[in-house]
């Protein structure tokens, strides 16, 4: 099932109050589509909800519905937090670990063959590789393609990527351990182990080699 079809599960009920239709704003960016779809665009505001003192807007109401019952999966990350460890396998069947690469700076991108988001993402990511593979930085790309193996390889040949690539098909998928909603998905992890930062939808390439650059010491002009 492709990832942009999966329910989401909703686990908790929250009270949340709402503005009378006099007191909202004519657009502003849905919080639930931008987490479902990568949305960011100002759509027209039909209702909100008051969270912690915050107010949020939805394009209508059924997002409103499903922020209500689960506010926390709506909202952005704690950034730092730890990375969760998985497994996966490599293009030649190898298993793979995120610990394998513990000690250097990895941006690790979700994405998938029919996701024309990630396909146009691929070539930014594959310049970021060839600048700074050797850098103690890598880009790993894992693809959720189900029962893809033939397809993500010959996807990868056509493209010319030569980072590593891997399978999200075991039993417990990265992409769940990552709460992945909506791809390309990137989160860049420090050294330390540390996400630090993360993309949801089509990022700006300027801002990912400038955010990769400072967290190597570099300076943005060495990223042109």
């Keep these: 099932m492709k990832i942009i079809r999966l329910c989401l599960i909703l686990?908790?009920?929250?009270?949340?109050?709402?503005?009378?239709?006099?007191?909202?704003?004519?657009?502003a960016v849905c919080v639930v589509c931008k987490v479902r779809e990568g949305t960011t665009?100002?759509?027209?505001?039909?209702?909100?909800?008051?969270?912690?003192?915050k107010p949020y807007y939805f394009c209508s109401k059924p997002c409103k519905e499903a922020f209500?019952?689960?506010?926390?999966?709506?909202?952005?990350?704690?950034?730092?937090?730890?990375?969760?460890?998985?497994?996966?396998?490599?293009?030649?069947?190898?298993?793979?670990?995120?610990?394998?690469?513990r000690g250097r700076v990895l941006l690790l991108d979700f994405w998938a063959t029919w996701c024309k988001p990630c396909v146009k993402t691929i070539p930014g990511l594959q310049k970021l590789h060839e600048q700074r593979a050797g850098k103690d930085f890598?880009?790993?790309?894992?693809?959720?393609d189900?029962?893809?193996?033939?397809?993500?390889?010959?996807?990868?040949?056509?493209?010319?990527?030569?980072?590593?690539?891997?399978?999200?098909?075991?039993d417990a998928p990265a992409y769940q351990t990552y709460g992945v909603r909506v791809i390309p998905?990137?989160?860049?992890?420090?050294?330390?182990?540390?996400?630090?930062?993360q993309w949801i939808g089509e990022a700006d390439q300027t801002e990912v080699e400038a955010t990769v650059a400072g967290l190597l010491g570099e300076s943005a002009k060495k990223s042109d």
């Excluded at 686990?11 to 657009?27: G, Q, T, V």
């Excluded at 730890?82 to 293009?91: G, H, K, Q």
């Excluded at 998905?185 to 930062?197: C, N, P, T, Y």
């Design 138 to 144: 890598t880009v790993l790309g894992v693809s959720i």
């Design 11 to 27: 686990i908790a009920a929250f009270p949340a109050l709402a503005l009378s239709a006099d007191e909202l704003p004519r657009e």
């Design 185 to 197: 998905a990137m989160f860049l992890i420090d050294q330390k182990g540390q996400i630090v930062r």
């Design 41 to 53: 665009k100002p759509e027209k505001v039909v209702a909100s909800s008051d969270y912690e003192g």
């Design 146 to 170: 189900e029962k893809g193996e033939k397809k993500v390889k010959a996807f990868v040949a056509k493209h010319g990527i030569t980072y590593p690539v891997l399978l999200d098909a075991g």
């Design 68 to 101: 209500d019952k689960d506010p926390a999966s709506y909202l952005p990350p704690a950034l730092p937090r730890p990375a969760p460890n998985f497994t996966a396998t490599d293009l030649k069947g190898v298993t793979v670990s995120l610990e394998d690469y």
